[in-house]
């Protein structure tokens, strides 16, 4: 089994092989930030060189490049023509071509930008720069030159992958224009239309009903997990929806929630930042579950990049809140907002767990000792597998008698200084043993990074599970995949419409 190299979030590493790797001090290093063939991307580029992979376009305006590429060569070879005397009609004429093709490039960025003669602009300077070839010459100086051009050129591309890889970033950690736009409409909705707040306090802690848990800032993820769920329930008059949000969120969520039905299911949402409501079961600010992206060695020849990166999503700080929050329930199951449900879930309520406090996939892909780098020398099962939320069961009576919440927050305090890594040692130590592996059935995962997943496996799988960076309600989210989570939309719906959501 190879070690594997937890990477911090937001970076997602390529596979490893001998062209593209070495080794400093025992680890592994890719030996450039820019592979000519394009087959690989520097580690520190992350998810963002597989969505630049799978939307390649085919190169246009062949010509500018061609009249690059003949500067990049006339450059290199003017200065040691310029120093022999015998050549000055040939340095000259090299000056000019060169003069000429800055000019256009300057002023033409595209093929339909260009003017009408550069065709023969293109021959002349293809003519001069056989004539310089042909000319004796110091190949050192030649070669001296053209790696100075070669060094700006590299300097230049990837200043321009570092720019592209930021902004790709940016993109996915930024909320879309249109969602936006619709948190503000149902914000200034909800205190403008004053509607009627049906609060069913009865049911929001009856535990002999079925309650779901959805932290989420998200207004448009969370209504389609509701409704992904409700849709494919036998019976929804049992079910009750509790949507933990933050501040920003709140009434916006609050006012889409309740002009909005799911059939016989109530939705009740919850701001955790509210002190006044849950007094020490609040946190400052929201946090949602943090993923992972897990990279290691393999010597699997395949090449799909995707099949040697895990991406494990794990409770967040807020998660440890719940037995808090629900005191009157003993038993909940938290979707995760970038979830999608395909099938009935009320199986999941019968489950015997055995004494166990959560049931949740398990990623065997993703062994322990694979994590070595995060959990150092803590004791751990070496090749037990890790797990992840998106669809957890929870037991939170046999949560309270272990005193799990005070366990987690004892191990963060002591492993404050490994920053990110600290959220992912403590939560699986404080669940070592406690974990109930759920049937591989249940959940499908890797839609928001993946681009080869099976569809049929897609179609049977009971919950579609888009981790990773790709979701499905950005720009950036895979295609073929959208279209499972868009379906459970309200298209006609004015806000959605208003806000230009259903694009």
């Known amino acids: 089994m190879s070690t594997g190299i937890p990477i911090p979030p937001q970076v997602v590493m390529q596979p490893f092989t001998s062209k593209n790797i070495s080794r400093i001090n025992g680890k592994a290093k890719m030996k450039s930030d820019v592979d000519e063939s394009g087959g690989f991307c520097d580690l520190k580029y992350g998810s963002y060189c597989i969505w630049r992979e799978e939307n390649r376009e085919e190169m246009q305006d062949s010509m500018v490049k061609k009249l690059k590429d003949q500067l990049f060569v006339a450059r290199a070879y003017f200065p040691s023509i ?36 550069i065709q023969k602009k293109s021959r002349r300077m293809e003519a001069v720069i056989a004539r310089a070839k042909s ?210 879930l009320s199986a999941l309520w019968s489950l015997n767990m055995g004494g166990k406090v959560t049931g949740a996939i398990e990623i065997c892909s993703v062994k322990m000792d694979q994590l070595q780098s995060y959990l150092g020398e803590h004791s751990f099962q070496r090749h037990s597998c890790s797990w992840m939320s998106g669809v957890n069961v929870i037991d939170l009576a046999r949560w309270r008698d272990l005193d799990i919440s005070e366990t987690y927050w004892k191990l963060v305090k002591e492993q404050v200084s490994m920053k990110e890594g600290s959220a992912l040692l403590a939560t699986l130590l404080t669940f070592q043993d406690q974990i109930y592996a759920l049937d591989r059935v249940w959940v499908l995962s890797g839609l928001g990074h993946d681009y080869g997943l099976d569809i049929e496996g897609i179609k049977k799988a009971a919950v579609l599970h888009y981790n990773g960076n790709m979701k499905p309600w950005l720009d950036l989210g895979i295609p073929k995949y959208k279209e499972y989570w868009k379906k459970f939309l309200n298209h006609e719906d004015q806000y959605l419409s208003d806000c230009n959501v259903n694009r």
């Open 82 to 117: 310029a120093k022999i005397p015998a050549q000055s009609k040939l340095s000259g004429e090299l000056k000019q071509n060169i003069q000429e093709v800055e000019r256009v490039l300057s002023e033409s960025t595209t093929d339909a930008d260009l003017p009408p003669e």
């Open 135 to 344: 000319v004796s010459l110091d190949c050192n100086n030649v070669d001296k030159k053209l790696r100075q051009i070669f060094d700006l050129t590299e300097d230049e591309a990837n200043f321009h992958m570092k720019q592209s890889a930021f902004l790709y970033q940016l993109a996915v950690q930024t909320m879309p224009k249109s969602l936006h736009c619709l948190s503000m409409r149902l914000t200034v909705e909800y205190f403008r239309d004053h509607l009627f707040d049906k609060e069913l306090s009865e049911k929001y802690s009856d535990p002999t009903l079925q309650h779901f848990v959805i932290f989420s800032n998200n207004v448009i993820a969370s209504s389609v997990v509701i409704n992904s769920t409700v849709v494919h329930a036998r019976d929804t008059v049992n079910q009750v929806f509790h949507v933990l949000t933050d501040w920003q969120n709140y009434y916006a969520m609050k006012h889409w929630f309740l002009r909005n039905t799911f059939r016989d299911a109530v939705v009740q949402v919850l701001n955790i930042e509210d002190p006044d409501s849950y007094g020490k079961a609040t946190l400052s600010h929201l946090t949602l579950p943090v993923e992972f992206r897990v990279s290691f060695p393999s010597n699997d020849s395949a090449p799909a990049i995707h099949n040697r990166t895990q991406y494990v999503s794990i409770f967040s700080h807020s998660h440890y809140l719940l037995p808090e929050i629900f005191k009157n329930l003993e038993k909940v199951v938290v979707l995760d907002d970038d979830v999608v449900v395909q099938q009935d």
